[in-house]
């Protein structure tokens, strides 16, 4: 196994694209270096696992033969380089195909979470400008009454409807890809829109080395490993890693069909043999509050595990290396950038237990104090990228979209860190998270990792309460476990358990009993909107009072 800082000193970006690419960064296309550049290999690309637990198995050959054919039928209704198509489907087969169809045209995909609503889906639609949708029977409805006027394919259409399969098979294959340049997009993403409406963002063709690499090194991608990665092509997470990373590599990647659930995540992973498992903390807490009914089924088929979206909790590690005897490590990314930040699977340095780890190579990862200054280990501040010495970073702003994230040559993500000693780095929190309490800042993660380790716990958030008298109070919302129920003892347990193993002043002096927690449709925590409903009942109990 390579050393992770002789990776970073070795690091040539020419070199990387042209072995990645296999050829320069001005002639290229998505859909030849994900499909075509793989066939004659005899490989299988896509497995997908209805939730009826069929399964079947397309290699390359096949994908690129239908690719050819669906990409016929979106250049008849006018998509040429650079417009955009927009998927909403599930994860199947069709989805797929309609990705690479568009890549090969020269054209951007832009994806549609299927739990969208119709007027989330009409402001990407409306923001993007999208020529066509592809869409399947039971998500067409949300697309009746649209302000903008795509053009509509379904899978499964009702009779008089376009129907995908019945324009595929007809059409005659376009077997000429049209070759554009790395600075030229080929996915047009979507923030996830917590902070305000979701902004646009082009990803350009060369960053498809970059996500080549995070499958290399980080997830530390093997000819022999079954892949699957849990999350949904619409988002980028699913989109990056589930789709693109494993197909330029030339590896099968995994499609479930069906809604997350323990058992059937542990059917598809002992039924394809997966040995090789990524996912967001949120599917893991979900699967480890199982226990046994999720562990005894899949022993010994897990070689590595990954984790993205949100920091990974000790306790989720400790468990899968216990119950599973797997490591899993976290990793740190986000829409703009890909992932950037890891614990590699690939690479050999140290693992500091909560921390997210080390730059991927072709990134320079620094921290800053609000004056842009790089702080040294033990001082919060906020994660930046260096990008003069980061060549595989490849945001550089929204889509007509002014943005604040850049100052001089740092991207500015946001989040809260704190380098360590060992060059790790640890996540503390989205700058609106941290909290001020009597002095002290306070990171909401900490205190949710503690406070998961009880046993009554599955899932908790934490945020600061606006406190006349410390600033802020940190307050927990706590969903429980089986078995439990809520009450005073166990708040006043769950106290005494966070304060014995973190600190005194940042345990919750309020706990909240819930039965679920706000999340993005990607399964992130949105802290702001509890701490907003707890600034309303405060503004509300004030209220009669300042009246009388």
């Known amino acids: 196994m390579r050393d992770h800082a002789e990776a970073v000193r070795a690091f040539d970006y020419a070199r990387t694209a042209e072995e990645a690419l296999h050829g320069t960064l001005q002639r290229l296309n998505a859909c030849l270096e994900c499909c075509d550049r793989h066939v004659g ?158 902004k646009p963002l082009e990803v350009p063709l060369r960053a498809i080395v970059a996500f080549q690499g995070y499958m290399r090194e980080a997830i530390d991608l093997r000819p022999e490993d079954n892949f699957w990665n849990l999350a949904d092509p619409g988002w980028a997470y699913g989109l990056y890693y589930a789709v693109t990373g494993p197909l330029a590599l030339g590896h ?61 909790n000790p306790e989720v590690i400790r468990w899968f290396a216990d119950e599973l005897g797997v490591t899993i490590h976290d990793h740190y990314g986000q829409t703009e950038l890909g992932m950037v930040l890891c614990n590699h699977h690939g690479l050999a340095h140290p693992v500091h237990m909560g921390s997210a780890g080390y730059a991927v190579p072709g990134h320079r990862i620094v921290v800053l104090d609000e004056a842009c200054n790089e702080l040294a280990a033990g001082q919060p501040g906020v994660l930046a990228v260096d990008r003069e010495q980061s060549p595989l970073c490849w945001f550089d702003g929204y889509h007509g979209v002014p943005t604040k994230a850049f100052a001089g040559k740092y991207y500015l993500s946001g989040d809260t860190v704190e380098l360590n000693p060992d060059g790790s780095i640890s996540f ?15 990171g909401p993660f900490d205190v949710e990792s503690a406070l998961i380790e009880h046993p009554a716990v599955v899932e908790a958030a934490v945020i600061g309460k606006p406190d006349p008298e410390r600033t802020e109070l940190i307050k927990a919302f706590v969903v429980l476990s089986a078995g439990h129920g809520p009450g005073p003892e166990l708040e006043e347990t769950l106290r005494q358990h966070v304060r014995q193993r973190l600190y005194a002043h940042a345990y919750p002096r309020e706990i909240e009993f819930v039965a679920e927690l706000p999340k993005t449709p990607s399964g992130k925590l949105q802290r702001f909107i509890l701490r907003n409903q707890e600034i309303a009942k405060q503004q509300a109990a004030q209220t009669p009072a300042a009246s009388a």
């Not at 503390?428 to 306070?442: E, M, Q």
């Open 41 to 198: 290999a005899d490989r299988i690309a896509l497995i997908c696992e209805d939730r009826d637990g069929t399964t079947r198995r397309y290699s390359f050959e096949q994908l690129q033969a239908q690719s050819q054919r669906f990409a016929t039928v979106l250049k008849d209704r006018g998509v040429g380089a650079g417009d955009r198509v927009a998927g909403l489907m599930p994860r199947t087969v069709e989805l797929l195909v309609t990705i690479l169809a568009t890549w090969r045209l020269g054209a951007v995909y832009q994806p549609l979470f299927t739990a969208f609503g119709p007027k989330a889906i009409e402001h990407r639609l409306e923001q993007s400008h999208a020529r066509v949708v592809v869409t399947d029977r039971h998500n067409r409805p949300k697309l009746d009454g649209l302000s903008c006027e795509p053009a509509i394919i379904t899978v499964g259409a009702a009779a008089g409807e376009p129907d995908f399969a019945q324009l595929r098979d007809a059409a005659e294959p376009l077997r000429e890809a049209v070759m554009r340049s790395g600075n030229d997009p080929f996915l047009l993403m979507f923030t996830s829109g917590t902070t305000g409406p979701a």
């Open 252 to 312: 099968a990647t995994t499609f479930y069909d069906g809604p997350f659930s323990v058992e059937s995540c542990a059917r598809v992973i002992d039924k394809l043999g997966i040995s090789n498992l990524a996912g967001s903390p949120t599917a893991y807490r979900l699967l480890i509050a199982a226990g046994n009914a999720f562990s005894a089924p899949i022993k010994g088929r897990l070689r590595v595990v990954s984790s993205a979206g949100e920091p990974l």
């Open 428 to 442: 503390v929190g989205r700058n609106d998270d941290v909290i001020t309490t009597s002095g002290y800042r306070v």
